[in-house]
T-cell receptor, first 116, second 114 residues
Framework: GAVVSQHPSWVICKSGTSVKIECRSLDFQATTMFWYRQFPKQSLMLMATSNEGSKATYEQGVEKDKFLINHASLTLSTLTVTSAHPEDSSFYIC????????????FGPGTRLTVL | AQSVAQPEDQVNVAEGNPLTVKCTYSVSGNPYLFWYVQYPNRGLQFLLKYITGDNLVKGSYGFEAEFNKSQTSFHLKKPSALVSDSALYFCAVRRSGGYQKVTFGTGTKLQVIP
C-alpha cells in the first residue's frame, strides 16, 4: 500500500528558531501534497496544498511567510515553520495524493512540534 | 461550501456490542465520503470510502458504512466492537469530479469498554 513518512516525528525547539518538517511518499509519486494542522481534541485544518514544481496554495488565515512550503520533487514536500512561537506548537500532518488515483489521500504519521 | 458534522464527541460501547459512529454531510453535487481512524500521536489511517455504487461500503478491520442520500448521512458501523477499536474517528467529504478539497469532521472518540 501507499506509504507516507514524516520526519521528524517530534521536535522541541526554542522560540524564534525555525523548524523544517519533511513529508515523503515512499512508494508512489505525489504531484500534490497537503499540510494539515491539528490542535488537541480538534479536527484537521488544511493549511496549504503543495503542488510539485509550483507555489503552494495557502488556506485563508495561514501566513505563507511563516509556514514555508517547498515541493521540489514528486516524493518530497517540506514545511518550514519560521521564527516559531509557542502558539505554533501543534501536531502537523501531511498527506499525499497518488498521481494515478484521484480520490484518496495517504497520510503521514504526523510531527509533534513543541515550541518553548 | 461543504461541511461534515459528527454530532457525538465520544461514543462508549461495551466490547462485543455493535457500534455506530454518526456522520452527516453537506456538499453540492455528488459526494465522495471517507472514514479515517487516528490513534494517539499518529496520523490518519484510511478505513473506507464511498464513491459510487452500493450504498453499503465495507472497509478495513470489519468496519462498514452506509451512504444514505436522503438523510445525507454516512454512519460508520461495526457488528462487534473490540477494545482495540478505541480511537478517534474522522468522517470526511469532498465533491466528485476531478480533485477537490477534503473537509473533515471534528472527530468522534470511540471508547470500547472491556
Amino acid at each position: 500500500g501507499a506509504v507516507v513518512s514524516q520526519h521528524p516525528s517530534w521536535v522541541i525547539c526554542k522560540s524564534g528558531t525555525s523548524v523544517k518538517i519533511e513529508c515523503r511518499s515512499l512508494d508512489f509519486q505525489a504531484t500534490t501534497m497537503f499540510w494539515y494542522r491539528q490542535f488537541p481534541k480538534q479536527s484537521l485544518m488544511l493549511m496549504a496544498t503543495s503542488n510539485e514544481g509550483s507555489k503552494a496554495t495557502y488556506e485563508q488565515g495561514v501566513e505563507k511567510d511563516k509556514f514555508l512550503i517547498n515541493h521540489a520533487s514528486l516524493t518530497l514536500s517540506t514545511l518550514t515553520v519560521t521564527s516559531a512561537h509557542p502558539e505554533d506548537s501543534s501536531f502537523y500532518i501531511c498527506s499525499a495524493r497518488d498521481s494515478v488515483y484521484t480520490d484518496e489521500q495517504f497520510f503521514g504519521p504526523g510531527t509533534r512540534l513543541t515550541v518553548l | 461550501a461543504q461541511s461534515v458534522a459528527q454530532p457525538e464527541d465520544q461514543v462508549n460501547v461495551a466490547e462485543g456490542n455493535p457500534l455506530t459512529v454518526k456522520c452527516t454531510y453537506s456538499v453540492s453535487g455528488n459526494p465522495y465520503l471517507f472514514w479515517y481512524v487516528q490513534y494517539p500521536n499518529r496520523g490518519l489511517q484510511f478505513l473506507l470510502k464511498y464513491i459510487t455504487g452500493d450504498n453499503l461500503v465495507k472497509g478495513s478491520y470489519g468496519f462498514e458504512a452506509e451512504f444514505n442520500k436522503s438523510q445525507t448521512s454516512f454512519h460508520l458501523k461495526k457488528p462487534s466492537a473490540l477494545v482495540s477499536d478505541s480511537a478517534l474517528y474522522f468522517c470526511a467529504v469532498r465533491r466528485s469530479g476531478g480533485y477537490q478539497k477534503v473537509t473533515f469532521g471534528t472527530g468522534t472518540k470511540l471508547q470500547v469498554i472491556p
